[in-house]
């Protein structure tokens, strides 16, 4: 049973460069995450997408962040240009709404170099 | 504004020793608690879900206990061993009544090393 996959596992860039990360969640899941995660401030849920659609993209840091979900099965994160504050470990999680919680599963990420 | 808190950023223990993680929220009004672990070079893995209403959630060496009124939630591991060494993170969900939404908000974690 395939997990939540994430292209690349890691990505160097130069300052300026455009940068997609790509993500497919777990098949029947309908709610997608994104998320940064950095030494200094942890776990921050970027934007979430519930049927595809965008619910909550407070998280997002600027207007250089873009993230799109055009079917159920795939997810883009794009950040142009990029800077170097943007190095991190960016992950994406899926899960499955319904009455009943479920725990949200969560790709090996993608570690972003941007020099 | 919810922040979820977790004290010590570190812990480093003999083999055998039972353990207690703890997780604390500022703002009671949840939805419920998750404690996951992230392996090096890895992404997290759930081990435990309490909903609001519960008290505590058991799976196998693991048990949560979560107290709202309190602010907080302990993870206990009974007789540790070195593979559960890792990164424990706890994350809350907001009530939905608080205009929650499926936003986690995350502790720093815990780097837990068990030494054989």
């Known amino acids: 049973d395939a997990g939540v996959i994430q292209s690349p596992r890691h990505e160097v860039t130069e300052m300026g460069q455009e940068v997609t990360l790509r993500c497919k969640p777990i098949s029947g899941h309908n709610s997608l995450f994104w998320y940064r995660q950095t030494m200094m401030r942890g776990l921050e849920l970027l934007i979430y997408?519930?049927?595809?659609?965008?619910?909550?993209d407070s998280g997002m840091p600027e207007d250089r962040f873009s993230a799109k979900m055009p079917n159920a099965s795939f997810s883009t994160l794009k950040i142009q240009p990029s800077e170097p504050r943007d190095s991190a470990v960016y992950f994406c999680?899926?899960?499955?709404?319904?009455?009943?919680?479920?725990?949200?599963?969560f790709g090996d990420g993608t570690r972003l170099s941007i020099l | 504004k919810q922040e979820v808190t977790q004290i010590p950023a570190a812990l480093s223990v003999p083999e055998g020793e039972n353990l207690v993680l703890n997780c604390s929220f500022t703002?009671?009004?949840?939805?419920?608690l998750q404690w996951f672990r992230q392996d090096p070079g890895k992404g997290l893995t759930s081990l435990l879900l309490i909903q609001s209403s519960q008290r505590e959630q058991t799976s196998g060496r693991l048990n949560a206990s979560l107290d709202k009124s309190s602010g907080r939630s302990t993870l206990y591991i009974a007789a540790s061993q070195p593979g559960d060494s890792a990164t424990y993170l706890c994350a809350v969900r907001s009530s939905a009544t608080q205009g929650g939404s499926e936003k986690l908000v995350f502790g720093k974690g815990m780097k837990l090393t068990v030494n054989p």
């Open positions: 997408f519930n049927n595809n659609v965008p619910i909550d």
């Open positions: 999680a899926s899960r499955q709404t319904g009455p009943r919680s479920q725990p949200q599963h």
């Open positions: 703002d009671s009004a949840i939805y419920n």
